[in-house]
């Protein structure tokens, strides 16, 4: 069983930055798909970044590319989330989560291992 904690929201204006983290405990991470999710007020859960075991595959959502970048260290087991010039619509909860597969899935009901999320708020 893995737990996993996300840590690194808050409260910015728009064009900052902020970096996430996921900490994974219980088991080591290199043998998980690992993804940040986000879910903003009356919307669906939406896949951001996903990055295979040894980020030999990175997905990015569309609304994204070029302003977030996901990494993991294994040795730490820790997934994060660098997100650069924020705008108001990345306002959401993100959620860390994994899954013991291979390949990238954006598909939130493939994941089995979830964190609590950590709230992200862009003012304009």
């Known amino acids: 069983q893995v737990q996993l904690v996300e840590s690194g929201g808050g409260l910015v204006q728009a064009g900052a930055s902020l970096r996430l983290s996921c900490k994974a405990s219980?088991?080591?991470?290199?043998?998980?798909?690992m993804a940040w999710f986000r879910q903003a007020p009356g919307k669906e859960r939406e896949s951001v970044a996903v990055i295979t075991q040894s980020a030999g595959s990175i997905y990015y959502t569309d609304s994204v590319k070029g302003r977030f970048t996901i990494s993991r260290d294994n040795a730490r087991n820790t997934v994060y989330l660098q997100m650069n010039s924020l705008k108001p619509e990345d306002t959401a909860v993100y959620y860390c989560?994994?899954?013991?597969?291979?390949?990238?899935?954006?598909?939130?009901?493939?994941?089995?291992?979830w964190g609590q999320g950590t709230q992200v708020t862009v003012s304009s």
């Open positions: 219980g088991r080591t991470l290199g043998p998980y798909v």
């Open positions: 989560a994994g899954r013991l597969s291979v390949g990238v899935s954006v598909n939130p009901q493939l994941y089995n291992y």
